[in-house]
Nanobody, 115 residues
Framework: QVQLVESGGGLVQPGGSLRLSCVASSSDFSRYHLEWYREPPGKQRELVADISITGMTYVKEFVEGRFTISRDNAKNTVYLQMNGLKVEDTAVYYC?????????WGQGTQVTVSS
């Protein structure tokens, strides 16, 4: 069983920054391929970024150059640094991992970008 707990969301003005964190309960954290998803209001959940067990990263084109994903295996934590936030980044953000064929999701953290 893997538990994921996100934090760091909030209300921010356009152009602002937030750093999301996702802490995993398992000691196998270094073996996880980790992903950040978001679900904008009224829309489907979508992949934002992912990071491999070796630290290779990928970010979707709509956040490229603004968002960065990273991990700290010693802290069982994956981060999403979000800069240059736009109104359209408003969403609930989730972290996810798939381990031994089972999907694990956190409860999500709300990010609202508004002036």
């Amino acid at each position: 069983q893997v538990q994921l707990v996100e934090s760091g969301g909030g209300l921010v003005q356009p152009g602002g920054s937030l750093r999301l964190s996702c802490v995993a309960s398992s000691s196998d954290f270094s073996r996880y391929h980790l992903e950040w998803y978001r679900e904008p209001p009224g829309k489907q959940r979508e992949l934002v970024a992912d990071i491999s067990i070796t630290g290779m990263t990928y970010v979707k084109e709509f956040v490229e150059g603004r968002f960065t994903i990273s991990r700290d295996n010693a802290k069982n934590t994956v981060y999403l640094q979000m800069n240059g936030l736009k109104v359209e980044d408003t969403a609930v953000y989730y972290c996810r991992t798939r381990y031994f064929g089972i999907d694990y999701w956190g409860q999500g953290t709300q990010v609202t970008v508004s002036s």
